[in-house]
């Protein structure tokens, strides 16, 4: 597992200007600590941190580069910023918004950003169905999810988000395979395909895959259903 900041930009050479982004999430680490007394943004031990947070969520950067997509970027459920604000400090070109629903943590995420100079991130303090129903539906190029809901239920958090030919990102643990025979009466009926199952180096993650969903068709106006009912009731 990587453990230091000096073994990013090695690990990741295809993402460049790292005497920019590298301090920029360095800057981050440091406001999550300052903040961990107030706001509970992860249960990783600060030790494992680079490996766990940083390095994985600029794995799945590399991989959406590897994919050819590119701006607007929504994440669902970003806790401390994993990985929409570690994205965004690689990226300070991308329009950015991160879609947390604890208003405190969303707050945080805010002031994170401003820490950072990222003013091209927005948050909303939004359920992920309240999102899927306001001005962001169907808006996003790509929608990343880390470790939010099963795939069935994360799917109908993140879809109607999704603009049609939209790509879905997702990393998931070694239980991927089940999830994704589980999830494909949701696929079908929130207008979406399978992609792609892409590997993340072993030396990077001990994430397995990270599912590629694609939006095919337009989410039917009934989707999201109401705030809770989606993890009652999965499709």
Do not use: N
């Amino acid at each position: 597992m990587i453990t230091s900041w000096e073994a990013l930009p090695d690990m990741f050479p295809g993402l460049v200007d790292s005497e920019s982004w590298v301090p920029r999430l360095q800057a981050h680490a440091a406001f999550l600590a300052s903040a961990a007394p107030r706001v509970k943004t992860t249960s990783v031990d600060p030790a494992e941190m680079i490996g766990r947070h940083y390095a994985e969520s600029l794995e799945l950067l590399r991989l959406l580069d590897a994919a050819g997509v590119g701006p607007p970027l929504v994440d669902v459920g970003p806790g401390g910023g994993f990985p929409g604000l570690v994205i965004a400090a690689v990226r300070p070109d991308w329009p950015i918004m991160l879609v947390e629903p604890l208003k405190k943590r969303a707050k945080l995420l805010e002031d994170a950003a401003a820490e950072m100079g990222l003013r091209h991130v927005a948050v909303a303090a939004l359920r992920a169905e309240e999102a899927g129903r306001s001005p962001l539906r169907e808006t996003a190029a790509v929608v990343t999810a880390r470790a939010v809901a099963p795939l069935p239920e994360l799917l109908e958090y993140c879809a109607p988000v999704a603009a049609v030919g939209g790509l879905l990102a997702f990393p998931k643990g070694h239980g991927w395979q089940q999830e994704l025979d589980s999830a494909a009466g949701a696929m079908k009926e929130l207008g979406c395909s399978l992609e792609a199952e892409v590997e993340m180096r072993s030396a990077v993650s001990a994430t397995p895959i990270v599912l590629l969903v694609r939006k095919t068709a337009t989410t039917a106006e009934r989707y999201p259903r109401r705030p809770g009912i989606p993890r009652k009731r999965p499709l």
